[in-house]
């Protein structure tokens, strides 16, 4: 699941395919559930007056599982996708569900690398 939500769309059933050919005896997981997670979105939706469309709710839960194994990531995609709602929404139920998070918003030409990546 990691690596699907990282490829474009029309890539995913490729990717799909070619782990059934080199693992064809191997059967998919079962998907995991993330209760607290998306019971919590989908009440922070309703609150902040927002449309709870399946494939957004797809993107919390992948969003939320990428913080689960990365410190950090970015949100791309075009204008007025959702990207900063996504991460508002995920951000705010993971507060609330007594996990405090914070986002940091950095300017990457504001900024040097070693600034960014803590690095001296």
């Not at 005896?25 to 995991?32: E, I, L, S």
């Not at 449309?51 to 791309?76: C, P």
Request: charged fraction near 25%; proline fraction near 6%.
């Amino acid at each position: 699941d990691m690596n699907l939500s990282k490829l474009v769309a029309d890539d995913v059933p490729l990717f799909l395919a070619l782990l059934k050919d080199l693992f064809p005896k191997v059967t998919d997981p079962p998907k995991k559930s993330y209760k607290n997670i998306e019971e919590g979105s989908k009440l922070l939706i309703k609150k902040n007056l927002l449309w709870e469309w399946e494939a957004w709710m797809l993107k919390v839960i992948q969003l939320y599982e990428t913080s689960l194994v990365r410190h950090g990531f970015m949100l791309v995609g075009p204008t007025l996708c959702g990207k900063t709602e996504i991460a508002h929404i995920l951000t705010t139920c993971m507060s609330n569900d007594g996990n405090p998070h914070r986002t940091v918003i950095m300017n990457p030409k504001a900024i040097t690398d070693s600034q960014m990546y803590g690095v001296k």
